[in-house]
């Protein structure tokens, strides 16, 4: 089955900056290409939220939070979302999954992200 894997998180110091990968393995480039595709994340004793999303036709929407600061984008013939995450704050941190809209493909085990000085 499909396989999500994200990649790319690390501890940063407020202000800073990580770029966030997430590969789909065993799937074809057409399905993937014709998936909605979200970031999401869970910081410690909250539930998992929605912050990015990336429709076929590579529109995007964010929320609030994380609007002007993330940037979400995709590379179809590469089967990956990426998710820039810029000037990072402290309640940035939270392990961060990549998923479908709506969620249909099992969870990886997401990157953690962690904004502390």
């Known amino acids: 089955q499909v396989q999500l894997v994200e990649s790319g998180g690390g501890l940063v110091q407020p202000g800073g900056s990580l770029e966030l990968s997430c590969a789909a393995s065993?799937?074809?480039?057409?399905?993937?290409?014709?998936?909605?595709m979200a970031w999401y994340r869970q910081a410690p004793g909250k539930e998992r939220e929605l912050i990015a999303r990336?429709?076929?036709?590579?529109?995007?929407d964010y929320v609030d939070s994380v609007k002007g600061r993330f940037t979400v984008s995709r590379d179809n013939s590469k089967k990956k979302v990426y998710l820039q995450l810029n000037d990072l704050k402290p309640e940035d941190t939270a392990v961060y999954y990549c998923?479908?809209?709506?969620?249909?493909?099992?969870w990886g085990q997401g990157t953690q992200v962690t904004v502390s000085s």
């Open positions: 998923n479908t809209i709506p969620v249909n493909r099992p």
């Open positions: 065993r799937m074809i480039s057409s399905a993937f290409s014709a998936e909605s």
């Open positions: 990336i429709d076929s036709n590579r529109v995007t």
